[in-house]
Each structure stands twice: as structure tokens, then as C-alpha cells.
């Protein structure tokens, strides 16, 4: 056997892609708010547009932004740091030299992120994954103990300086976004501009997105870390010696994190033009997006411990995420882009649009990896990072 093989369809953890499925349903109920409008560009000004107005169109928002918004993107990053002990462990098995290995994949996730987020759509966080993946190199070697502890930590840290924003904010005063404007002009690029003013567009919606690191990157790197304690306790290699700890972390994941994000939810659905409680919003990625993602990967293996047939139908989306996450973009920006339905959908629609979206990547991907034993972009990724090109299509097809 070729030492640069990845692993193969049998050495997989079945959980671990359905759950990744599942994540990438929640990524799209939450990108879709900035796929389908200037959500973004409405966050830096007093006013929104009228696709996120109305009390049907809030509503339908509060409820992505509370059991969406910053839900998945948090257990995406739970699942990649779990990921990649896997990837290393298994390279570190096989006698392989860690670094280069592990670097090379960062390298090309890094190059796939920026090709995403300049030449098709700004809100990449392929990006951002390379930059704090970099560094969960240097906690490989230490116990899943001290790795939570950091991860705490680091979120903790953020939470306090949030609150300390916030107080900050009250003391100074009742602040609000009123005289202040930033213009992008997306709706006018979108709708009747250039494909090369849309990069453009990106670019610049890229610059700000990299301010915002210093707050992102941390958070990342904690879930990062959380991910990669339970490959190192072997969580997912035995879930039924561990399905007690897995309902605890359920109940307490949801119970505190429900409370939390439903406020921060109201908050940024209905006070996002009030500086104090946008800034106490953020407790959303930092405290309540955390717990919500551990709560609900908790439930998932419960619920798949019970209902087999969920992980056979989730797996093959999530055994292809990279492509799928991709795919996701250039679905939503041949409907909104292409289409002509930027900022003319209202909100109340996003959910059954990306519920629709969702079952058509579901029934792709089961024809696809019916056939072939990776997925197109997962395919390019492995080759660049093994420096081997691997046959795609399975044996006997």
C-alpha cells in the first residue's frame, strides 16, 4: 500500500461526515442573509433594505440568527480541528514527516480560500481556516486537558472583552450608528455591474473581513482546540463509552447556550443599529455559538445512534464538504447573481430556499460518491498535499 494514501472509505468515521453534513445545512441558513442581499453593508449603516424588514422577514431572521448564526461556523471549526488530529495521527502512524504534510494543507486550503473569496464570493472563511489551522500544529503534542483549558480561555477572554466593550459603550452614553454611513454600492455591483467590479467588491469586503481576525481567528483556534481533544481522547473512535459525557454535553451545550443566543439573537436581529447591544451581540461567536455547536454535535450522535439512516444520508455530503461548501456559493450566486434576485428576496424565503438547496446537494452527493471515492475539490486537495495523484474513481465502477 502507497504510505501517501489518505485515508480510505472503510478507515472513516461515518459520524463525523454525517455531522459535517449537517454543519454545512447550517453554514447556508446562515450565508444566505449575505448571499441574498447587502447584509453586510447594512450593518455598517443605520438603515437595512427591505428584504430584512418587515415583521415576517425579522422573524424569519431572529430565527436563523439564533439557531444558526454563528452555531455552524463555530462547529465547523470543531469538526476541522477534529479532523485534522485525525489526519495526523494517522500520517504520524504511517512514519510520515508531520510538518510538511500538515503545512501543505494548510498552503492549498489557504489558496482555495482566497481564489473563493476573491473570484466568487467575499464571505469565504476557507481563509481564516488556514491562518488558525497553522497553529493547532503546536497543540498536537500536549494533553486534551491543557487544550481545553486554552480553548476555555481564549473564549472567556473574548466574552470578558466584549462586556467590557459594551460597559465602555453605557458609560459614554447611548451610542448609535446615526450620521454614520458606509457605502459599497453592492446592490448597483451586483445587479448591473462588471464580473470585474464584483471581484473588486470582494477585495474590498475581503480587507474589511481581515480587520476582523484579531476577533475571528481567536474563536476559531479555541474550537480548533475543543475539536482536537476529542480525537485525542478518542471520543468518536468509542462513542458508546462515552454516549454519558456526550448527554451532558448536550443538555448543558443547548440549555445555557439557547438562553444566550436567543438574546443575542434579538439583539442583532432587532437593536443591530444600537452600538451597545450589537457589541453585547457578539457574545454570539464567542459564548453562545460554542455552546450551541457542542450541543448540537452532542444531539446529532445521539440522534444518529438511534436513526441510522441519518448518517447514510448526510454522510456523502459531508464526506465531499469542501466541494459542497463551494457548490453552495456558486448555487446562491447563479440565484441571486446571476438570476437577477439580489436584495429582491425577501428574508421569509431564505429558509426554504436553502432547505431546497440543501436536498439537492444531498441527492448530488450521494450520485457522486456512488461512483467516486472523493470529492472533485477534496480530490485536488489530498493530491497537493500528498504530492501524489490519487485514482478518483472507486474499483469495480
Known sequence: MNQNQPVSFKERIH??????????????????????????????NPERSEIYTGFWNELSLFFINTFFTTNFFTMFSFLFGLGFFIFLSRAEQKGKNLAPLFYRRMFALLIFGLLHGIFLWYG???????????????????????????AVLILTMISGLILLGALALFLMGDQSMAGFAFEIGMTDAIRSGSYSEVVSM????????????????PIVLAMFLIGLSFGQMRVFENLSAHMNMIKKLAWYGLGIGLPIKIVTGY??????????????????????????????????????KHFKGLVKVLQPVGQMALTNYIGQTIIMLLIFYVGGLFNRVDAIYFVPIVLVVFTVQIILSKMWMSNFSYGPLEWIWRTLTYLNVMPIKKKGV
Open 15 to 44: 459520524e463525523i461526515d454525517g455531522i459535517r453534513g449537517f454543519a454545512l445545512l447550517g453554514i447556508l441558513m446562515m450565508n444566505i442573509m449575505a448571499f441574498a442581499g447587502p447584509d453586510i453593508e447594512d450593518s455598517l
Open 124 to 150: 469565504d472563511i476557507l481563509w481564516t481556516y488556514a491562518i488558525a489551522g497553522s497553529l493547532l500544529f503546536f497543540f498536537y503534542r500536549l494533553s486534551p486537558k491543557v487544550n481545553v483549558i486554552i
Open 267 to 304: 439583539f442583532t436581529t432587532y437593536a443591530g443599529d444600537n452600538d451597545i447591544y450589537s457589541t453585547l451581540g457578539q457574545l454570539s461567536s464567542s459564548l453562545g455559538g460554542p455552546l450551541m455547536s457542542l450541543g448540537y454535535v452532542a444531539l446529532m450522535l445521539i440522534l444518529m
Open 202 to 217: 470582494n477585495m474590498t469586503l475581503l480587507g474589511i473581513s481581515v480587520s476582523g481576525m484579531i476577533f475571528v481567528v
